[in-house]
């Protein structure tokens, strides 16, 4: 068996998940573990987030959903996004809590539940900018009154995404968030009323989260926790964008990528590195390959734009294009670095480190993409 492994910290996914729980008080800990929790698998991460006191989970897919109440996992799983009509019967029977915002989708609910004889809990989207998904604020009241006429129903969430919470400042999460508010009024659910609202309120993520506790955040913003608040990339660890980083100080980074050197040779000066020979050496070099390539989540360019490795607690740049399945990193004219060194691609080993932070700024993306697009095949160890 290869030796390429993403190792997930545990330990640290359940600190994080305290962390945030603590700055999301007293609202609720919603942790985000679809897209298979963002790389680091969804059963241990969400476990782990639960253990850390987070109170409910949120996927996109009823697929995910059903993996989790599969592995055992009893909490509250939210579905982002609404299922489509033949889904229904599995949302029902899984109990999960399913976004909706179409009367087709509430149909459908309402349709599946009175099968089962149960009554089942939605969350109503609003859509206050971002146009993905949501029903538009005017609908919000017919929406809602639909729900309730419906017995088999129960409006047990209001909700919204921000755009561009990983913008400090920029004023349209303040439009967003007043759009939301009005809509909770309207609901009978605002913020300002004495009484606790009738359904939970959630708009925060990770990033709205991490720039409300900032003392130039804007009144709205501070207050947008509301009664839950969904954290998906900060319980990993990562920040939501460089501009929020130095919020992230008491998180954890929880996935490290390694595998180890699977053979070395020495490449004469004038030769070329990997498909297309786009990387000629200048001098003799001792070229290591290493057991991972893009089928794995290591971009195909990444040795174009600069991409580095950790081998004996150096840098090592990689060279060339990266391939399916290895990729070759430039070790010097002279080097002592042999096969079954371990190498570090994202993590850390002695004193130096590389974060997924940094692999996708030389990738010009976020370090979501980064932790996702870390592959099936690459085995996951747990600690």
Known sequence: MRPTSAVVDLGALAANAAELARRAAPAELCAVVKADAYGHGAVAAGRAALAGGAARLAVALVEEGVELR???VTAPILLLSEPRPNEMTEVVAYDLRPSVYSPEGLASAAA?????????????KIDTGMHRVGARPGEAALLADAIEAKHQLRLEGVWTHCAVADEPGNPYTDEQLARYEQVLDVLGGGVGEPTPAPF???AANSALLLGAGRSAASPVCRRSRYDMVRVGIALYGLAPSPALADETDALTPAMQLRTQVAYVKTVAAGEGVSYGLRHRLECDRRIATLPIGYADGVRRDYGLCGGQVLIRGRRRPVVGVVTMD??????????????GDEVVLIGAQLDESIGASEVAARLDTIPYEVVCDVGRRVRRHYR
């Not at 599946?112 to 109503?124: E, G, Q």
């Open 70 to 72: 599969e592995a055992g």
């Open 112 to 124: 599946a539940a009175d099968a089962a004889d149960r009554r089942l809990p939605v969350h109503l």
């Open 200 to 202: 939970c309120r959630h």
């Open 326 to 339: 290895q990729l070759m990193v430039d070790c010097g004219p002279q080097s002592e670095v042999a096969v």
